[in-house]
């Protein structure tokens, strides 16, 4: 005789409050790890904590971050194909999500500078890129409008609110940055804005998570993540 076991189920609730304050935790514990430990003192580590660098603790939060709204989005697009109103414009943001991953790791645009500088003849535009990566920027905002003005009205704010917060820091704050190197005679005012633009960039990120969340909760709707198999019996 077989002993029949019995499967329970536990319930996790994620709501946007609660992904905002996780996601928050994290990102207040980087910015102190930057303050406390960005410093030339830890031999051989300070790299991990300053915000101005790549392959550190703050791009792989920023990464993290990425990942887990390109996760969120595809879930929403395997949803609406579930319901048989498939649009592969969530499709697209998850693929665009996960590109930002990926650029945010590697730095991708930055090779995009030294060519744009000898096309528009500055020498001293360190962040050429944000003219090309603007006007991609603009046409992939123009043709997600319809969705975006579609949403829930939360889920709108937070989506919009989002990407205006992530703007101002990875363009607003990176072109002071550029402006603050070429006429500051300290390095203080660029380390403080270097701080800005990544928490700026992080929080976009994090109200982005909450968008999606939030989208959830305004439609209904309930995703349900099963770990091991069902119980078998009926």
């Avoid at 992080?202 to 349900?224: K, R």
Wanted: glycine share 6%; hydrophobic share 50%.
């Amino acid at each position: 005789m077989q002993a029949s076991t019995t499967l329970t189920s536990t319930t996790f609730t994620i709501t946007p409050r609660s992904a905002a304050w996780f996601l928050g935790e994290c990102m207040n514990l980087v910015v102190l790890l930057v303050a406390h430990l960005g410093h030339p003192r830890l031999a051989g580590l300070s790299h991990l904590f300053i915000m101005d660098a790549e392959n550190n603790l703050p791009t792989l939060t920023s990464c993290v971050y990425w990942l887990l709204a390109a996760t969120l989005a595809f879930i929403v697009a395997r949803v609406q194909r579930k319901h048989g109103v498939p649009d592969l414009r969530w499709l697209g943001l998850a693929l665009i999500m996960t590109f930002l991953a990926l650029d945010e790791f590697a730095q991708l645009h930055e090779q995009l500078a030294e060519p744009m500088r000898r096309l528009l003849g500055y020498r001293d535009f360190f962040v050429a890129w944000i003219v090309p990566v603007g006007i991609l920027g603009l046409i992939v905002a123009a043709f997600y409008a319809r969705l975006v003005f579609s949403l829930p009205k939360r889920t709108r704010r937070l989506f919009i609110g989002s990407g205006v917060v992530f703007v101002a820091g990875a363009v607003c704050f990176e072109a002071l940055g550029n402006w603050i190197v070429l006429h500051a005679t300290s390095t203080v005012p660029y380390e403080l804005c270097a701080i800005c633009e990544e928490t700026l960039e992080m929080l976009g990120v994090t109200m982005l998570v909450c968008s999606l969340i939030a989208y959830f909760e305004d439609t209904h709707q309930v995703v349900e993540v099963q770990i091991g198999q069902r119980d078998p019996r009926p």
